[in-house]
């Protein structure tokens, strides 16, 4: 190879000896190309990760705050056996389960709607339309389903025109699980109408040659092929509402601590990071669960 | 912005005797393996504050109160001055103390803590004594707040007294018609789901004031200083008021939003939300009040950073909130009272008849009536140390509100 590149004729301004030598050998060219995003990757992120689980094993002194590297596993010990604890991540496992099924049934008529029957303009709009939300500020969107859900908000306003009495769902478990549900909507429809595009047409065709119906087809066929891609959806908003603390604190009325909330306020209020991150490895651990058993059903080919 | 959920901040202690006796080797200063002992003296009880103010910095960083840091205060003294005001709220004292304690490397200046965070702030190091006698109103305040407990150790001033106020009883007039007389409308069953209360583990002490008179049997003397028994009395107290919460408020903002959509009638509250829901909306449906049992409240103090980057400026803005005008206009402004006497005279000029209604010209006598926020601490007043620290506090207050 190295004799070939030499007997060439060389151009004017040809490839440096740098050039020459990535050239030569390309699992250096490799290397260098992977070496920045991996370096960060291993630094930023796993280091802080690796931080985070050592911390765990500290403490704090309780009267200044102050981090005593002393190595115990008390932290996990309160996590695990004081009934507080149990109740929070429970609730918080509780509200994921929910908002990923919610959206689920949501997403997988619409992305069907949208993959399979709609014409190529409407799948445009549908798309913006779900894109849409995305572009404007989180906070801005929880916030005005506070306006839609207190007390004196446009639900109660329309139910009492109407007639009807006031619903009083806002602060409530039930308010944190429409804004979830909302917030984290297009995040399980994109995956699942990408795994329902990919159905071929042709399948769809030859489960109609032998008889079945519409309905049929979607449950046997359309079903099993697209479940992978509401599983990878589903990644993202059971994590997402796993992790997920300011909705809690704005739409939650008394008694939605979550585990998010209880990790921010002893980071950010009791500046006990020991225990906040012993407690933020509940998460990490049950979205390891959830990988897993992700990718069992294929969820990560559908991505 | 997103708020802090104060107070669900759980911090644990651990239990063993093992960490106990590592602690007490180790623990800087003597605070004592469970957040209390204050026998030795602060760690920068011997850094000598300066003894004049040169030019300023230009900036000032401050963690406050929400409302106290208004422009109209605030804008003529960065023209006065030339130092930039910065300011971060704080939603609790345990916040306050948390940024101070992270703030370590010198990002803040100064911070606006009650009396429950100052002890914690001053055996922690994080502030350092300043000097009365460059702020020249300093004469003129109340006598009770030259020499604080919260704030002045051994003759030391770990800060200067700024505001103090009691925390109210903020109601509906048109759920309550006649004014409440009694906290018990926040642990009664008929305004169930109506009721707010500040997410902030402080609370226990008002469940424990309300206890003072309705179960006198229980002895309690300080709501600050609870022996188990009496402390386990409070929680019971505030685990019954838990179904009957709607939300438990982390931010003044939060309350007054509530009560503006009529989420909730009664709550407690700051004057501070009162003010601001009168001067709004239907402004005349709410109203506060500080019942029979007497109130729990908060002396706050301007407290200088160990590691401040900008000295100077923080002894400006002290010398500049000490002055009776800008004390009468935070008064009004965040309904509260003054503690320069002098600043009577400008409240009365700014709003006839205030200086009265905020207790500004109260005797020394009055301020028995109300309990300062204060650390609790092992250590009871007795001597003995059979109280419950503010740790457990915590926890507990964390079981309570989760």
């Known amino acids: 190879m190295a004799v070939e590149a030499a007997g060439r004729p060389r151009k004017t301004g040809g490839a440096s000896p740098i050039q020459s030598l990535l050239w030569r050998r390309p699992w250096l060219r490799i290397s260098l190309l992977l070496l920045p995003p991996l370096g960060w990757f291993v630094l930023i992120y796993l280091a802080s990760l690796a931080l985070l689980l050592v911390t765990a094993f500290w403490q704090i002194n309780s009267f200044t705050t102050q981090i005593e590297q002393v190595w115990n596993l008390d932290n996990f010990r309160i996590i695990l056996l004081d009934p507080t604890y149990r109740l929070i991540i429970g609730r918080t496992i509780a509200m994921a389960a929910a908002v990923t099924v919610t959206d689920a049934l949501i997403a997988f008529p619409f992305a069907y709607y949208m993959a399979r029957v709609a014409s190529r303009r409407t799948q445009t709009l549908l798309f913006a339309a779900v894109l849409l939300p995305l572009w404007a500020s989180y906070i801005a969107r929880v916030y005005s389903w506070i306006l839609i859900l207190n007390h004196s908000g446009v639900l109660n306003w329309s139910l009492q025109s109407i007639g009807l009495p006031p619903a009083n769902i806002g602060y409530t478990y039930v308010a944190m699980w429409i804004v979830f549900s909302y917030i984290w909507l297009p995040f399980m429809i994109i995956p699942t109408y990408a795994a329902m595009e990919r159905v071929p047409e042709s399948l769809m065709e030859a489960a109609a040659d032998l008889g079945a119906r519409r309905a049929r087809a979607v449950r046997d066929v359309v079903l099993p092929l697209a479940l992978p891609g509401v599983v990878a959806g589903s990644i993202f908003t059971f994590s997402l509402t796993l992790g997920d603390y300011i909705t809690p604190i704005l739409v939650g009325g008394a008694g939605s601590t979550f585990i998010g909330n209880v990790v921010y306020s002893n980071v950010g209020i009791a500046n006990n990071v020991p225990f906040a991150a012993a407690l933020a490895t509940v998460p990490v651990a049950i979205m390891a669960l959830y990988l897993i058993g992700a990718k069992r059903l294929g969820a990560f080919e559908a991505l | ?402």
């Open chain 2, 1 to 402: 912005m997103v708020t802090a959920e104060a107070g669900s901040g759980a911090r644990f202690r651990l239990a063993t005797a093992a960490a106990a006796a590592v602690i007490a080797v180790t623990a800087c200063g003597s605070t004592g393996n469970n957040g209390g002992s204050t026998a030795a003296p602060p760690p920068t009880a011997n850094m000598k504050p300066q003894t004049t103010i040169g030019p300023g910095e230009g900036q000032l960083n401050l963690i406050a109160w929400e409302g106290y840091t208004d422009t109209s205060w605030v804008k003529p003294f960065t023209a006065a001055t030339g130092c930039k005001v910065n300011a971060k709220f704080g939603g609790s004292s345990d916040e306050m103390v948390t940024l101070m304690a992270g703030g370590g490397g010198g990002q803040w200046d100064m911070v606006s803590a009650s009396g429950d965070a100052d002890l914690r702030l001053i055996y922690g190091g994080d502030v350092r004594p300043m000097n009365p006698d460059l702020i020249p109103d300093f004469g003129d305040f109340q006598t009770f707040f030259k020499t604080p407990p919260y704030n002045t150790i051994n003759g030391v001033h770990y800060g200067i007294s700024l505001q103090w106020g009691p925390n109210v009883l903020l109601y509906n007039t048109k759920k309550f018609p006649i004014k409440p007389t009694s906290w018990n409308v926040l642990y009664d069953q008929a305004n169930k789901g109506l009721i707010t209360v500040p997410d902030n583990p402080i609370q226990i002490a008002d469940a424990a004031l309300y206890l003072m008179s309705t179960q006198p049997n229980l002895g309690i003397k300080d709501p600050y200083e609870l022996t188990q028994k009496q402390f386990d009395a409070a929680v019971a107290l505030l685990r019954q008021q838990r179904p009957l919460v709607k939300k438990y408020w982390a931010l003044a903002g939060d309350e007054i939003q509530l009560f503006q959509n009529g989420d909730v009638q009664v709550g407690a509250a700051w004057p501070y939300q009162t003010n601001t829901l009168r001067a709004g909306k239907n402004g005349r449906d709410f109203a506060d009040t500080i019942p029979a049992e007497g109130a729990t409240g908060w002396g706050d103090t301007w407290m200088l950073a160990t590691n401040a980057p900008h000295p100077n400026c923080a002894y400006m803005w002290t010398k500049w909130v000490s002055t009776p005008l800008v004390q009468a206009e935070q008064a009004l402004f965040f309904g509260e009272t003054p503690v320069n006497v002098k600043a009577c005279a400008q409240m009365e000029k700014l709003q006839a008849g205030s200086c009265a209604q905020y207790h500004a010209d109260a005797p020394g006598s009055y301020f028995d009536t109300i309990k300062f926020w204060k650390t609790p601490i092992a250590t009871c007043a007795d001597g003995s140390r059979n109280c419950i620290p503010y740790s457990q506090w915590q926890t507990a207050w964390t079981s309570i509100t989760s």
